[in-house]
């Protein structure tokens, strides 16, 4: 049927194997592209590179995201550029790579920055779910830096199914709820701030 036909700018997920025996997802290969530049450029160089690689097309914990550019520039940020250690809190990380965040999402626009909220909510979820419950620190920074406006953490706060949104797959009810329980700390600490 020609309603099968898919155009570039529809969204479609496809689950990527390398092979049949190997259970391993495949990672996106501008991953490692990032984390070998990063080692020898700026925070500012390292931004502009992943902007050209952009972020459409990204291999998002095994499956293929298309149309879902400003999403997979966000991930790629989180797996690549920003070289996040997993044994380490996220909060400072992110102020030690606070120029690289400011370039590629902060000065990117909102949308930009509501799709960092949700693959930082992603990244939570599958790589640190100790962080689930001390999200109020990773808003903090956010904010303080410049990197995302308040009326998008808000939006994101106010909205339990941004994740599922982007990808029904790794939504869980509980966990949506866990991270704006531990994020309320950050709202009514901001709130206060402007009465």
């Not at 914990?61 to 250690?85: H, I, P, S």
């Not at 380490?88 to 990380?93: D, F, N, S, T, V």
């Not at 909510?121 to 308040?150: G, H, M, P, T």
């Amino acid at each position: 049927s020609s309603g099968s036909s898919l155009k570039p700018s529809d969204c479609c997920v496809v689950s990527v194997k390398m092979s049949d025996d190997e259970s391993e997802d495949e990672d996106d290969e501008r991953i490692m592209k990032l984390i070998t530049y990063s080692s020898k450029h700026s925070q500012e160089e390292l931004a502009g590179h992943l902007k050209e690689l952009g972020g459409e097309d990204t291999i998002i914990y095994g499956d293929l995201y298309a149309g879902k550019g400003l999403f997979g520039k966000a991930f790629l940020l989180l797996m690549g550029a920003a070289c996040l250690n997993e044994e380490e809190p996220l909060p400072p990380q992110i102020e030690k790579n606070k120029v690289l965040f400011k370039v590629a999402v902060g000065d990117e626009g909102l949308d930009a920055q509501a799709a960092l909220l949700v693959m930082l909510e992603l990244y939570c979820c599958k790589e640190r779910r100790q962080e689930l419950a001390e999200f109020s620190s990773v808003l903090k920074v956010l904010w303080n830096r410049d990197i995302v406006a308040e009326e998008q953490i808000e939006n994101w706060w106010n909205n339990e199914r941004a994740l599922q949104e982007f990808s029904p797959k790794h939504f869980s009810q509980e966990d949506a709820e866990a991270i704006r329980a531990s994020s309320r700390e950050f709202m009514e600490w901001v709130q206060a701030g402007e009465d």
